[in-house]
């Protein structure tokens, strides 16, 4: 059985990898200003800050929550080196993983 965060959430275990998925919280909302962006999970009360770019990674999240996709997307955007920016990505979303920001998303076989 995962572990639980208050509110139900399970935590992941394991590492994250370019080719996961994950999927953003129901309970998150997220307010942006100026650019950068505050996250609040509504059942455990826990804040996430996010810099302009921890905000672009976001709204990548969003769009179908596939860390090889936000990886190139953000790869076109901006001048870093892959393996940097690898690091950079898996360990941003690890951490908001390990709030309950975000869940890995297992995919069902369709059958």
Known sequence: MDPQLPGGCAMQTGKLA?????RISEEVVF???DGEA????????IY???NDVGT???AL???DGALQSVFEAMKQQYDVA???LEKDLLELVEQMRSKGLVTEHIA???S
Request: charged share 25%.
């Open 61 to 63: 999240l969003g769009q």
């Open 108 to 110: 069902t076989p369709v």
């Open 31 to 33: 307010r942006e200003l």
């Open 82 to 84: 892959p393996e940097r």
């Open 18 to 22: 370019l080719e996961d998925t994950v």
């Open 38 to 45: 505050v996250l609040l999970h509504l059942a455990t009360g």
């Open 48 to 50: 996430f800050g996010l």
């Open 56 to 58: 672009r990674i976001w």
